[in-house]
């Protein structure tokens, strides 16, 4: 069953959750992305891919400035906020519906909250390390919806994932309570690919459901598995192959509830996510 939410900004832009499978295209402006590094480096590139993936069904443009690939090296938030400043005030002025940005330091999340980004996307779940709570402070000082994904440095788990990441989760609703964001503010992200074998992928996405409701609330999940690794581990296929495999893993992502879905190959996987909806939703 979906969370039911409408968010709506000053800018006129809103989003509902919960009417049917959202679409955040992924866009990303780095050099080195492990799927599509390169390719949308240019404010005139990015632009296009922006238009044809909202043309092709995305609700949500989700903007990163720096690579997540496995064994990334993090760069500075200055670095960040400069390879941003070329794109962000382009994108916001052209981009038709909300754009996230995706971003786990609270510098970057600060400059661009301020030119009027409408979600932040955290790959450190609020907790990262170097300056933790930090990214909740941001979010409540704006009021902005967050992705908290779930993450960690190992991948050795003494117990259940799921009760380890359902752990993780409340720390983080925790932090930002603390902080002053207000709870519908927070959508949760299994964080698929980040601090998980192969194995415990798998196991986190068959056991999907139980991530939706932590302590007594019902929260919106994103779903993050595009052209991830444990798709080409599991199947033996290079980056450039994993389209289909995305689609089931979405597909199975909405039959386990979760409300947003974020990918690369926005026109096929929309169309898998709309008739998935249409099949839940059918009445004789």
């Not at 240019?42 to 993936?53: C, F, L």
């Not at 990163?64 to 760069?75: D, H, L, N």
């Not at 601090?195 to 459901?209: D, F, H, P, S």
Request: negative net charge.
């Amino acid at each position: 069953m979906m969370s039911k939410r409408v968010y709506k900004w000053k800018d006129g832009k809103s989003l509902e959750i919960g009417r049917k499978t959202l679409i955040m295209g992924i866009l990303n402006v780095t050099p080195d992305s492990f799927s599509d590094g390169g390719k949308w480096n240019t404010v005139e590139t990015a632009i296009m891919h922006m238009k044809e993936m909202v043309a092709a069904g995305a609700d949500i443009i989700d903007v990163g400035a720096e690579s997540s690939r496995p064994g990334f090296e993090t760069m500075s938030a200055g670095a960040e906020i400069d390879r941003l400043s070329e794109f962000l005030d382009p994108i916001l002025q052209a981009c038709p519906v909300p754009v996230s940005i995706d971003t786990f330091k609270a510098e970057t999340a600060e400059y661009a909250a301020a030119k009027g980004v409408h979600i932040l996307n955290d790959i450190w779940g609020l907790q990262y390390r170097d300056e933790p709570g930090e990214m909740a402070k941001v979010a409540a000082k704006y009021q902005l919806p967050v992705v908290v994904m779930h993450n960690r440095e190992s991948k050795e788990y003494d117990g259940d994932i799921i009760d380890s990441m359902r752990d993780f989760f409340t720390t983080s609703i925790d932090i930002a309570r603390k902080a002053g964001l207000r709870e519908d503010n927070i959508i949760l992200d299994p964080g698929i690919g980040f601090g998980k074998t192969v194995e415990g992928n798998l196991y986190v996405m068959q056991q999907l459901e139980r991530l939706k409701v932590i302590n007594g609330k019902d929260y919106p999940v994103l779903l993050g598995t595009s052209r991830k690794s444990f798709i080409g581990n599991t199947l033996d296929l290079p980056v450039e192959e994993r389209m289909e495999a995305t689609g089931a893993t979405c597909v199975m992502g909405i039959m386990k509830g979760c409300e947003i879905m974020r990918v690369h190959d926005v026109l096929p996987i929309s169309r898998m996510c709309r008739i998935t909806d249409a099949i839940l939703e059918a009445k004789q």
